[in-house]
């Protein structure tokens, strides 16, 4: 071995011997692993029982098919963003329950009933998951089905590579709850502060589980980055020019520049700490040469632009939905991409901000401070660009676009507060007190909002049903009123002086303000409960709830001319397009007859299992990593080069869809939304004529 | 400013389905999404380019730029590196006119190249080795080690996919799959000596000034 470890190795189990230590009679740990494990075992349940396995490995594991893959990408989200709730719920409820010297304690811990080593960890997994496992899959996910859609594509780029990131993606939630119940996870807090995370102050095994959970899912998301930016260059239908994208594809190509160019960062940095860890070299070690400032650097020239990652396809979803249920084109199409571009641009000049206080000097301050600011001006042209789009229109209240007006209002607060922490002088003030974690929440709370806005928006398109109003309503309500419980208090704390990661409050002044963060989380719950109704709801109404191509009656773009649920060929047909809102111009000009004169031909790609066996042996790599068993990583590594070479021999790799096939497919899939028309929600008042319904029958002669 | 393109088209006489439209052109989407790639791997080499600057000076009492780097071995190993590229080169000029036999030639001696780099990459750093230099001693040794062994790793990879490359061109001849493949690998191939030329002029030549 070349670096000193502390506890049991052996060459066979390399170092699980751990295990033994851990201490496994935790009530709060044994929840989670019953609550998984009854979980489980009901899904597999019903698959046996249902007969579904041959169903899942035909139509999901081994899939190629782009929406399919994003929804799968959208369901891990929201399983972990579950999971970094429940995380949420203990930091909050230790919170408030370890308020000054007389607070009790259980469970082992002093006061509260966790004891800081693991209230550490639920911090870190919270903050570690709800970016990278729960935020970014839901993103790409949501990039993933619409992009191909509203540019006119058959399908991605690279199919195959797309599933490899998905596989990689579901690898790093894995590794994650792995750690739950096998060992420990980081303690390190989400951003891995140095030194902090050498082996001789994090001995462990979960700072390790962090790494390896991180580097596999981000080299996913590379691959993520590559396949989207490639297709959105070659992929596009005729006539499609680039003054013609719809804003949602501008702004997931302003992101993926971002991801692409910015995880490898990441990947180094996680890469030196493992050098360090495992190999005893000095990059971030405190003597020896090591140079801490260098980690947080680098950490955060990749950290910043990743916020950048989450928010620009949440900046992308508004611009979809507001001008829907304005039944108004978006305002400002050219300042919207240039403020996207912009915003990717400024977005890696900035990373210092997140340390004015650790004494770079007046001038670099200054410099980032500015810089920071920047980006106030083009996010600035976006919300006046999405007011003006709902100033003087036929503004409907829809659910997503509640959520999407909500957005709106947390980008705005949390812009203004995040203009305040730019600032050198508030900043050594508030510097790690919970006011950044206010400021921060209600940054990624903006995402949140615009992604559940978007689920529900494009729901419909993926499913062929709506989501229900009534319980989507309920939860969009109960979450706004803990959005505001939780935050205002925590922002006002902040002020107060309250640091963050306390797992101890000896100040029992800010108890009752813990304790209205408490309702807060109180009404986050409910508002899941809500979710997951409106979820049974739907599923219970999917006839009745059944929509035709445009389930929104005023939708605008490409995504909406084809039909819902979309085929897996998304478009009969290749579109040609005339218009920066192909929809809305087809629809004004009564084209919507999704029949074209003729049926030809299809190429597609094959499903193929490769993605998930590399998927299976990256998973097996990862926890070999963690636990140094070296035999298994070699093994799995080797196996894994001998797959892709496998692969690369492969030479049947797609097949043709017959004319007549997609004939029969289509008539079948016209003939249901025949049946379901009716359903769309009327777009409010469309008299002027400019918005013909969506049932106008298409006389309009077709074709060349 | 209108939101709205200005119509140029009638509706009455647009063609709405492009019946023709049979996809895109394999190679160049696939050349596209590897130079992407290559951007990113770019980005790799520029965070460690940039880490190495800050570490140079970290030795730590240890051995120093001056004690440990021969530029003059170094150039030798450049010279190996371009003549390998320059052998692909050949290779690749002869697909251009179909020639089996002239990829696989340069190929060949694009890979024993290769392997001649790594060899004197493998003797250099046994050297090291043998002085004491090991990467555990200093923050610059760790940075050094690693940002040339980074690139000898990528030269690894590079000779692996020739391998399979010379295997899937006797096997298969001129496919689409094996062309792009060959175009792909020629970009990462003249990519490692582009990163090798870095590594000379900022790691090997700056540390003898
Ligand atoms: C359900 C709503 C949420 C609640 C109530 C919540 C609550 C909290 C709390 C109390 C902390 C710890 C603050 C401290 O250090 O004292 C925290 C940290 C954090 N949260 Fe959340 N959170 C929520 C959602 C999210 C979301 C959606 C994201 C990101 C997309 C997120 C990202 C983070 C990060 C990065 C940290 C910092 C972790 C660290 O200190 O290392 N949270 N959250
Ligand atoms: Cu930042």
């Given at each position: 071995m070349l670096v000193d470890l502390q506890g049991p190795w052996n060459p066979l189990f390399g170092r699980l011997g751990l295990l033994l230590e851990v201490h496994y009679n935790n009530p709060v740990l044994f929840f989670a692993f019953e609550l998984s494990v009854v979980v489980g075992v009901i899904l597999l349940f019903w698959a046996t029982c249902a007969r579904k396995w041959g169903y899942i490995w035909r139509?999901?594991?081994?899939?190629?098919?782009h929406k399919k893959i994003g929804v799968m990408y959208i369901v891990v989200g929201l399983v972990m963003m579950f999971r970094g709730f429940f995380d949420a719920l203990m930091i909050r409820s230790q919170q408030a329950i370890a308020v000054g010297p007389d607070s009790p304690g259980v469970l082992g811990a002093a006061h509260g009933y966790l004891p800081p080593y693991h209230f550490d960890q639920v911090f870190t997994a919270h903050g570690m998951i709800m970016i990278l496992v729960a935020a970014t899959p839901i993103l790409v996910g949501m990039m993933n089905i619409i992009v191909p859609l509203q540019i006119g594509a058959r399908d991605m780029a690279y199919p195959y590579l797309n599933a490899l990131g998905l596989w990689l993606t579901v690898v790093s939630a894995a590794l994650v709850m792995i750690a739950l119940f096998i060992g420990d996870f980081s303690h390190a807090g989400w951003v891995g502060l140095a030194p902090l995370t050498e082996l001789p102050y994090s001995p462990g095994v979960g700072v390790d589980y962090w790494i390896w959970s991180i580097q596999i899912g981000s080299v996913g998301t590379t691959m993520g980055a590559i396949n989207l930016i490639a297709t959105i260059i070659?992929?596009?239908?005729?006539?499609?020019t680039w003054g013609r994208i719809p804003v949602f594809t501008w702004t997931s190509m302003a992101s993926n520049i971002i991801a692409l160019t910015s995880f490898p960062v990441l990947g180094v940095t996680l890469a030196l700490l493992t050098f360090d860890r495992y190999?005893?070299?000095?990059?971030?070690?405190?003597?020896?040469?090591?140079?801490l400032m260098m980690y947080t650097n680098l950490f955060w020239i990749w950290g910043h632009p990743e916020v950048y990652f989450v928010v620009l396809p949440a900046f992308g979803m508004l611009s979809e939905i507001i001008p829907t249920f304005s039944e108004k084109p978006l305002f400002g199409y050219v300042t919207m991409v240039i403020a996207s571009m912009a915003i990717a641009a400024v977005s890696w000049s900035v990373w210092l901000h997140h340390f004015f206080t650790m004494g770079a000097g007046p001038n670099v301050n200054a410099y980032f401070s500015i810089a920071t600011m920047l980006v106030g001006i083009p996010t600035g042209v976006k919300v006046f660009n999405w007011a003006f789009t709902m100033y003087r229109s036929r503004m409907r209240f829809d659910t997503p676009m509640l959520w999407a007006i909500g957005s709106v209002f947390l980008l705005i607060s949390g812009g203004m507060t995040g203009m305040m922490l730019a600032v050198p002088a508030i900043n050594y003030i508030v510097h790690n007190s919970v006011f950044v974690i206010a400021h921060f929440h209600n940054m990624f709370l903006l995402i949140v909002y615009a992604a559940f806005g978007a689920v529900t928006y494009w729901f419909p398109k993926v499913f062929g049903f709506t989501l229900d109003e009534r319980w989507g309503k309920r939860f969009f309500w109960f979450f706004t009123a803990g959005t505001l419980m939780v935050f205002i208090p925590m922002y006002t704390l902040g002020f107060m002086g309250m640091t963050r990661r306390l797992d101890y409050v000896s100040h029992t002044a800010w108890w009752p303000l813990l304790n209205a963060e408490m309702v807060g989380i109180g009404l986050y719950a409910i508002s899941i409960a809500c979710f997951v109704m409106q979820l049974a709801v739907s599923i219970r109404d999917r006839e009745k709830n059944a929509v035709g191509a445009?389930?929104?009656?005023t939708s605008r773009t490409l995504e909406w001319a084809t039909h819902s649920p979309v085929p897996y060929y998304n478009f009969a047909v290749t579109p040609i397009i005339h218009d920066r809102d192909e929809w809305a111009w087809r629809r004004k000009h009564g084209l919507t007859s999704l029949k074209p004169d003729r049926y030809v031909d299809i190429h597609m790609p094959k499903n193929t299992a490769v993605p998930l066996v590399l998927g299976v042996l990256s998973l097996a790599f990862g926890f070999a990593m963690v636990w140094r068993i070296w035999w298994l990583a070699a093994i799995s590594a080797i196996a894994m080069l001998l797959v892709i070479i496998y692969r690369s021999f492969d030479k049947d790799t797609d097949y043709i869809i017959p004319a007549s096939d997609v004939e029969r497919m289509e008539k079948e899939m016209l003939a249901r939304a025949e049946r379901v028309e009716g359903n769309a929600p009327a777009p409010g008042g469309a008299a002027g004529g400019a918005y013909a319904s969506p049932q106008a029958p298409s006389k309009r002669h077709q074709g060349d | 400013m209108s939101s709205h393109s200005a119509e140029s088209v009638d509706p009455g006489k647009?063609?709405?389905?492009?019946?023709?439209?049979?996809?895109?052109d394999p190679i160049s989407t696939r050349t596209l999404g590897f130079w992407l790639y290559m951007l990113s791997d770019a980005m790799i080499f520029a965070a460690l380019f940039a880490a190495y600057g800050v570490y140079v000076r970290n030795a730590a009492g240890g051995p120093t730029e001056a004690d440990i780097i021969h530029p003059i071995y170094a150039m030798w190993e450049s010279v190996v590196v371009f003549t390998s590229v320059f052998a692909y080169g050949l290779g690749m000029a002869a697909l251009k006119k179909g020639n089996r036999a002239g990829v696989i030639n340069g190929l060949l001696a694009a890979f024993a190249l290769g392997l001649v780099f790594l060899g004197m990459e493998y003797k250099e750093f046994a050297d090291l080795i043998a002085d004491g230099a090991v990467p555990q001693r200093s923050g610059f040794l760790s940075a050094y080690w690693t940002i040339v062994l980074t690139h000898g790793l990528h030269m690894i990879f590079g000779l692996l996919w020739m391998l399979v490359m010379l295997f899937q061109v006797m096997r298969e001849g001129f496919t689409q799959n094996v062309v792009y493949r060959l175009i792909n690998l020629r970009l990462f191939w003249h990519f490692q000596a582009i990163i090798w030329v870095c590594v000379f002029t900022f790691v090997y030549l700056k540390g003898v000034l």
């Amino acid at each position: 071995m070349l670096v000193d470890l502390q506890g049991p190795w052996n060459p066979l189990f390399g170092r699980l011997g751990l295990l033994l230590e851990v201490h496994y009679n935790n009530p709060v740990l044994f929840f989670a692993f019953e609550l998984s494990v009854v979980v489980g075992v009901i899904l597999l349940f019903w698959a046996t029982c249902a007969r579904k396995w041959g169903y899942i490995w035909r139509e999901w594991l081994t899939t190629v098919d782009h929406k399919k893959i994003g929804v799968m990408y959208i369901v891990v989200g929201l399983v972990m963003m579950f999971r970094g709730f429940f995380d949420a719920l203990m930091i909050r409820s230790q919170q408030a329950i370890a308020v000054g010297p007389d607070s009790p304690g259980v469970l082992g811990a002093a006061h509260g009933y966790l004891p800081p080593y693991h209230f550490d960890q639920v911090f870190t997994a919270h903050g570690m998951i709800m970016i990278l496992v729960a935020a970014t899959p839901i993103l790409v996910g949501m990039m993933n089905i619409i992009v191909p859609l509203q540019i006119g594509a058959r399908d991605m780029a690279y199919p195959y590579l797309n599933a490899l990131g998905l596989w990689l993606t579901v690898v790093s939630a894995a590794l994650v709850m792995i750690a739950l119940f096998i060992g420990d996870f980081s303690h390190a807090g989400w951003v891995g502060l140095a030194p902090l995370t050498e082996l001789p102050y994090s001995p462990g095994v979960g700072v390790d589980y962090w790494i390896w959970s991180i580097q596999i899912g981000s080299v996913g998301t590379t691959m993520g980055a590559i396949n989207l930016i490639a297709t959105i260059i070659k992929m596009r239908a005729p006539g499609m020019t680039w003054g013609r994208i719809p804003v949602f594809t501008w702004t997931s190509m302003a992101s993926n520049i971002i991801a692409l160019t910015s995880f490898p960062v990441l990947g180094v940095t996680l890469a030196l700490l493992t050098f360090d860890r495992y190999l005893g070299t000095h990059f971030f070690t405190v003597g020896l040469g090591g140079d801490l400032m260098m980690y947080t650097n680098l950490f955060w020239i990749w950290g910043h632009p990743e916020v950048y990652f989450v928010v620009l396809p949440a900046f992308g979803m508004l611009s979809e939905i507001i001008p829907t249920f304005s039944e108004k084109p978006l305002f400002g199409y050219v300042t919207m991409v240039i403020a996207s571009m912009a915003i990717a641009a400024v977005s890696w000049s900035v990373w210092l901000h997140h340390f004015f206080t650790m004494g770079a000097g007046p001038n670099v301050n200054a410099y980032f401070s500015i810089a920071t600011m920047l980006v106030g001006i083009p996010t600035g042209v976006k919300v006046f660009n999405w007011a003006f789009t709902m100033y003087r229109s036929r503004m409907r209240f829809d659910t997503p676009m509640l959520w999407a007006i909500g957005s709106v209002f947390l980008l705005i607060s949390g812009g203004m507060t995040g203009m305040m922490l730019a600032v050198p002088a508030i900043n050594y003030i508030v510097h790690n007190s919970v006011f950044v974690i206010a400021h921060f929440h209600n940054m990624f709370l903006l995402i949140v909002y615009a992604a559940f806005g978007a689920v529900t928006y494009w729901f419909p398109k993926v499913f062929g049903f709506t989501l229900d109003e009534r319980w989507g309503k309920r939860f969009f309500w109960f979450f706004t009123a803990g959005t505001l419980m939780v935050f205002i208090p925590m922002y006002t704390l902040g002020f107060m002086g309250m640091t963050r990661r306390l797992d101890y409050v000896s100040h029992t002044a800010w108890w009752p303000l813990l304790n209205a963060e408490m309702v807060g989380i109180g009404l986050y719950a409910i508002s899941i409960a809500c979710f997951v109704m409106q979820l049974a709801v739907s599923i219970r109404d999917r006839e009745k709830n059944a929509v035709g191509a445009d389930a929104w009656g005023t939708s605008r773009t490409l995504e909406w001319a084809t039909h819902s649920p979309v085929p897996y060929y998304n478009f009969a047909v290749t579109p040609i397009i005339h218009d920066r809102d192909e929809w809305a111009w087809r629809r004004k000009h009564g084209l919507t007859s999704l029949k074209p004169d003729r049926y030809v031909d299809i190429h597609m790609p094959k499903n193929t299992a490769v993605p998930l066996v590399l998927g299976v042996l990256s998973l097996a790599f990862g926890f070999a990593m963690v636990w140094r068993i070296w035999w298994l990583a070699a093994i799995s590594a080797i196996a894994m080069l001998l797959v892709i070479i496998y692969r690369s021999f492969d030479k049947d790799t797609d097949y043709i869809i017959p004319a007549s096939d997609v004939e029969r497919m289509e008539k079948e899939m016209l003939a249901r939304a025949e049946r379901v028309e009716g359903n769309a929600p009327a777009p409010g008042g469309a008299a002027g004529g400019a918005y013909a319904s969506p049932q106008a029958p298409s006389k309009r002669h077709q074709g060349d | 400013m209108s939101s709205h393109s200005a119509e140029s088209v009638d509706p009455g006489k647009v063609s709405l389905w492009d019946y023709e439209h049979h996809g895109h052109d394999p190679i160049s989407t696939r050349t596209l999404g590897f130079w992407l790639y290559m951007l990113s791997d770019a980005m790799i080499f520029a965070a460690l380019f940039a880490a190495y600057g800050v570490y140079v000076r970290n030795a730590a009492g240890g051995p120093t730029e001056a004690d440990i780097i021969h530029p003059i071995y170094a150039m030798w190993e450049s010279v190996v590196v371009f003549t390998s590229v320059f052998a692909y080169g050949l290779g690749m000029a002869a697909l251009k006119k179909g020639n089996r036999a002239g990829v696989i030639n340069g190929l060949l001696a694009a890979f024993a190249l290769g392997l001649v780099f790594l060899g004197m990459e493998y003797k250099e750093f046994a050297d090291l080795i043998a002085d004491g230099a090991v990467p555990q001693r200093s923050g610059f040794l760790s940075a050094y080690w690693t940002i040339v062994l980074t690139h000898g790793l990528h030269m690894i990879f590079g000779l692996l996919w020739m391998l399979v490359m010379l295997f899937q061109v006797m096997r298969e001849g001129f496919t689409q799959n094996v062309v792009y493949r060959l175009i792909n690998l020629r970009l990462f191939w003249h990519f490692q000596a582009i990163i090798w030329v870095c590594v000379f002029t900022f790691v090997y030549l700056k540390g003898v000034l």
